[in-house]
């Protein structure tokens, strides 16, 4: 059974259009995050949410914006999407916040035309 | 503010070998250190990591790595390397205080045959 599972796997899109990736974790964690990774393989933190705190880093355009129905699922929807978004997202999910390792799902690559 | 520094983008290593993939990192408190792999196409995977007690961990597919608090480091290690181990590698950082895991650049590891 697949621990972290996102979809789609492949999107492509254009300029202005607005779209969502799905996530979801089986694992019973209580902490969920979206990251994205770019071209040159660099990996940044966008959003961590648990069912308590949502913790958005500074730098990402709140065209981002996650949405989370329970605790097994953390959306991310992207408004106006800009050449760019181009890249490929990745959801991951943790127990224990801090100390717990981190499983990743096998991300979206997302491309914007 | 944390931060993780991997100061080589490429690791070239005969297979048999052993290798060493190089991190460090600055915190302010107790870091708790993890290391990833990436294989194209895929999500991270979680190899090892260290929270507190021997500085010396063991993980996944017979790598380990040693916490150095003196030299603020902590390198990934394998006694003997695979072909099968050629893949991205990430040091990370996290503290008790802050929310969210920090990555390094990356390192791309090649073993050959």
């Known amino acids: 059974d697949t621990a972290v599972s996102q979809t789609p796997k492949y999107l492509v899109t254009q300029m202005g259009n607005d779209k969502s990736i799905k996530c979801e974790q089986n694992?019973?964690?209580?902490?969920m995050y979206w990251y994205k990774q770019d071209s040159k393989k660099f990996l940044k933190i966008m959003f961590s949410?648990?069912?308590?705190?949502?913790?958005i880093n500074e730098t990402v355009p709140n065209r981002f914006s996650p949405k989370s129905p329970d605790k097994a699922h953390l959306n991310l929807h992207i408004n106006s999407l800009e050449l760019g978004d181009s890249a490929v997202y990745f959801c991951?999910?943790?127990?224990?916040?801090?100390?717990?390792?981190?499983?990743f799902g096998p991300g979206t690559r997302l491309t914007v035309t | 503010a944390q931060s993780v520094a991997q100061p080589e983008d490429q690791v070239n290593v005969a297979e048999g070998n052993p290798l060493t993939v190089k991190c460090t990192y600055s915190v302010s408190g107790n870091p708790y250190l993890f290391w990833y792999v990436q294989y194209p196409n895929r999500g991270l995977q979680f190899l090892l990591k260290y929270i507190t007690g021997d500085n010396l961990v063991k993980g996944s597919y017979g790598f380990e790595a040693e916490f150095n608090k003196s030299q603020t480091s902590f390198h990934l290690k394998k006694p003997s390397a695979l072909v099968s181990d050629s893949a991205l590698y990430f040091c990370?950082?996290?503290?008790?205080?802050?929310?969210?895991?920090?990555f390094g650049s990356g390192t791309q590891l090649t073993v050959l045959p």
């Open positions: 694992l019973g964690h209580d902490t």
């Open positions: 991951a999910s943790s127990q224990d916040g801090g100390s717990g390792e981190q499983y």
């Open positions: 990370a950082v996290h503290t008790g205080s802050a929310r969210q895991l920090t």
């Open positions: 949410y648990n069912n308590k705190e949502l913790i």
